[in-house]
């Protein structure tokens, strides 16, 4: 068919009315304008607008009258669909394209791993690499971005590196963004020493490149490294600061040196937010330090984050790692509004700190009364409680409720606390037949429970089977096994078999770790 008879009309106002949608005025000026701008100016605005789906009125406006948009139009129809989140039709508009340019390339990729679909995005990349169209620095850094989405897909992990080499063969700039991106994808996927030589080689080093290097080297305890990242840092934030905060408070060692570098970062004017103050409880739960944790606690409710859930739970975990069980359960009565965590918090503060019956009583009303369903950590806590009680039915009757009605698969962290449930309640028989009959290989935390349950009621020959068990799963790193299966021995008056034992450690250079615990005098440790 000759389509000339119809040019007339597809450059006629009739046309171009039936185009744009009924929600926009017609521009005044539009004798002068063409349907291309006309449509162009359209969908601009819905892209813009907080409901870009009314647009797709447009697209359907236009497939009804036979018109064929340009590539504009048609990257501006792509986007559009973008940001109705509608992958699929965004991926229909782009495999129409008849010119797919870099910048559609980009869209789309970028579409893709924002809805963590890195497998087509880098499928996109692939097609783009073999196309007359060559990666620019913003394909570069969504790419960088797949490669720390955590989604499980294969050679992810040295996707940084591929495309680092990409970099270097390639004529794109390197420029801020795009080395940022770079040394955060190998500090998230390990490789902090190529993060360290992209960062070392960078003309303008930005905060945000700092803060990413300063918080791989504390996930991987080069604290000494973080240190001098962290002095060289000119233009200093709050964010710089909460990862020297975290990193200092997940070990006892330096958990000290957090609460420091909170009290600094204020002394220079930088208000904490959630992130900090969640940290630095971390830290005073750490130092078992409550008289911090409570001054803490008290400039936390002078801001605006007081009532923040996130914060609540910490500060009940916090009391609860102290001993101050009251002051926990104020913080929990307290709380605005409550979720899993919070519940689980001060469940477990319950059980660790001798009150299993109050634990359990906690654990049936937060599901009765409030509706809300245990999770992995919960149901850990209540059986711990179980143990602590010696309410064995009642352990049994959560561990079975747990894959029923919770859908939560038991853990070994689950299956090693109904051993020791019924080790404490003397039911060895029942315990290592339980064992026996794990859907999976017992791990060593396993063997350990049924190990100090035979040394709680002196089954010589079981703990010598459980011993054995673990030693199989590892011969050096748990002392205190060796430990209890000597002093098993001892209580049985096998002297023999306890010298024999004590031989075999000293063989294996095995010696009981030296007991110690914090001792607080005048905000000293």
Known sequence: MNNGIFRPFFSSRAFCTS?????????????FASPSTLLSSDLQHYINSETPTHGQKIHSRILKSGFVPNTNISIKLLILYLKCNCLRYARQVFDDLRERTLSAYNYMISGYIKQCQVEESLGLVRRLLVSSEKPDGFTFSMILKASTSGCNVALLGDLGRMVHTQILKSDVERDEVLCTALVDSYVKNGRIAYARTVFDVMSEKNVVCSTSLISGYMNQGYLEDAELIFRKTLDKDVVVFNA????????????RRSIEVYIDMQR?????????????????????AFEIGQQVQNQLMKTPFYADIKLGSALIDMYSKCGRVSDALRVFNHMRMKNIFSWTSMIDGYGKNGFPDEALELFGKMQKQYGIVPNYVTCLSALSACAHAGLVDKGWEI???????YLVKPGMEHHACMVDLLGRAGRLNQAWDFVMRMPEKPNSDVWAALLSSCRLHGNIEMAKLAANELFKLNATGRPGAYVALSNTLADAGKWESVTELRETMKARGISKDTGRSWVGADNVF
């Open 19 to 31: 185009l744009i949608s009924p929600h926009r005025p017609f521009p005044q000026n539009h004798d």
């Open 268 to 288: 220079l004017n930088f208000r904490p937010n959630v992130s900090t103050f969640a940290s630095v409880i971390g830290a005073c739960s750490m130092l078992a």
């Open 244 to 255: 020297m905060i975290e990193g200092y408070s997940k070990t006892s060692e330096y958990a």
């Open 399 to 405: 561990f079975q409720r747990m894959e029923n009605e």
